[in-house]
């Protein structure tokens, strides 16, 4: 029996103004009242782990030990079939130190080459961790494939580039709304709200 977040402040354990966006209005009709670790002046810890989970846990337990207040992480990123999985839990890094994801997105499409495989997935685990060391950890994902040159200034990180299975719009392209309903994120974020959080 997972453990059931009881409402008030939840730290979003992340620096990234887009994931604090989407993940502050998933939240919001549960009630959590959202704040990032930037807002707190919490520094982003070292992420030594192998896979998305583990980086999830580091991150939620950083946070929630730091501000004594559950804590919420996302670890997620791009999953490229024809490369191996990568850019996998390094999908922040190949953008460099300015998080410049144009530079990212060109690197997929340089390290793609003439691959025909265009597969690829959206990769997401979320860890709610309490300042007690306790946590629920759930994952998610969207399939699809890539395309190039990138479409659409909505969404954030490699959206641009990705299109899901059964729709021609990129998620750089689609309504905000619509991509909640089907995201990597959405998916294991229903997970979440149906083990730990009361309706």
């Known amino acids: 029996m997972a453990r059931i977040f009881s409402g008030g402040r939840l730290v979003i354990a992340t620096h990234n103004p887009g994931k604090v966006r989407e993940i502050g209005a998933l939240l919001a009709p549960h009630g959590a009242e959202s704040v990032s670790v930037a807002d707190l002046g919490l520094a982003e810890p070292e992420e030594p782990g192998s896979t998305f989970v583990e980086n999830a846990r580091i991150k939620a337990h950083a ?27 390094h999908s922040a890094r190949w953008a460099g130190p300015d998080k410049d994801f144009s530079h990212a997105m060109r690197r997929v499409e340089e390290s793609l080459g003439k691959f025909e495989d265009r597969r690829a997935q959206f990769v997401c685990a979320l860890t709610l961790a309490w300042p007690d060391g306790h946590d629920e950890t759930f994952e998610g994902q969207v399939s699809g494939h890539l395309v190039w040159p990138p479409r659409g200034e909505r969404g954030f990180g490699y959206d641009p580039i990705f299109v899901a299975d059964g729709y021609t719009v990129t998620f750089g392209e689609m309504k905000p709304d619509d991509k909640h309903a089907i995201s990597h994120r959405a998916d294991a974020f229903k997970k979440l709200v149906d083990a730990c959080f009361m309706e």
């Not at 030990?65 to 490369?83: E, K, M």
């Open 63 to 89: 946070a929630a030990h730091a501000s004594g207040l559950p804590a919420l992480a996302d670890d997620s990123g791009l999953s490229v079939a024809a490369l191996g999985g990568d850019p996998g839990i």
